[in-house]
């Protein structure tokens, strides 16, 4: 039987990108009908952990996690994080192919990220550290490592590292498919009901046009969360990872996670098909 809330939590990353899309639910500027809503910060290593308990009703995390949860699990069709030619990089102190990365250890920010996903379908049998991932770049920097793989801001502010980088995964992917790589999306748990999943969902997506038409207000706020990031750079970052398909997948959107499923499963990485269920 569907659970009747009144309050619902709502969990996602500490991030510029991210804080930006939920700003309108963190100021109250949409009505939700009598609806609460909480917010809990937190790493999206952290999130996935948490969605294979259940633990939130709503929740960012990692395409790659998806298969994990998907029992419990609905995707919204909003909220997704899309790179369309850029994405996670690997990054290093000295230049390294490809195949030179299998003879070095690669920090990585968990298992369960959809980055770490798509480097194995970059280069498989690769000797990996999992590490915080706003720890990597320092690791990397003070040779803990010999190369990360960097989500997150650290994508723009690498070279001032010194580093250099390896392969940006979200460019390999789109050299392979033609299509934006997906990153990490928002679920809502199955046993909210039809109607509280569709109310919530349009809440989110509400939310997502209200920051985007109010991009001014909900960047300051988003400036909070951006990590020592000056502001012409957070507006970048949130606009690589907030935008057209963050509102809504589209086709497009959708056949890059179908892909992305698939390939994974071609290549062992998946031990089973994955069929992706939407709000």
């Not at 259940?54 to 949860?69: D, K, R």
């Not at 995707?75 to 192919?97: D, E, H, I, N, T």
């Not at 509280?196 to 001014?216: G, M």
């Not at 507006?235 to 890059?256: H, I, K």
């Amino acid at each position: 039987m569907a659970v009747q809330l009144k309050e619902i939590t709502v969990a996602h990353s500490p991030d510029a990108d991210d804080a930006f899309m939920f700003y309108a639910l963190a100021k109250d500027k949409l009505n939700t009908h009598g609806l609460k809503v909480n917010q809990v910060l937190k790493d999206i290593q952290t999130l996935n952990l948490e969605a294979l308990k259940g633990t939130y009703e709503v929740s960012a995390i990692s395409f790659a996690a998806y298969p994990l949860v998907a029992h419990r699990y609905l995707l919204m069709p909003c909220g997704a994080s899309m790179g369309f030619r850029y994405g996670p990089k690997v990054v290093s102190r000295r230049q390294l192919s490809a195949e030179q990365l299998k003879q070095v250890r690669v920090a990585i920010p968990g298992k369960l990220t959809t980055a770490y996903l798509v480097l194995q379908l970059f280069q498989a049998g690769l000797q990996v550290v999992e590490m915080p991932f706003d720890q990597i770049l320092q690791a990397v920097r003070a040779g803990e490592v010999e190369a990360g793989l960097i989500i997150h801001e650290g994508q723009l502010t690498y070279r001032e590292s010194g580093l250099s980088q390896v392969v940006d995964l979200g460019q390999w992917w789109f050299e392979q498919t033609g299509l934006p790589l997906p990153l990490g999306g928002n679920v809502i748990r199955k046993d909210l009901g039809a109607d509280l999943r569709r109310q919530v969902t349009s809440l989110l997506q509400n939310a997502i046009k209200y920051a985007l038409d109010h991009r001014e207000e909900a960047l300051n706020y988003a400036m909070t969360y951006a990590r020592d990031l000056g502001r012409d750079l957070a507006d970048r970052f949130v606009g690589m990872y907030v935008n057209e398909l963050t509102v809504d997948y589209a086709d497009s959107g959708r056949q890059a996670l179908a892909r992305l499923f698939e390939m994974a499963h071609e290549k062992g990485i998946l031990s089973s098909a994955v069929d992706v269920e939407f709000v």
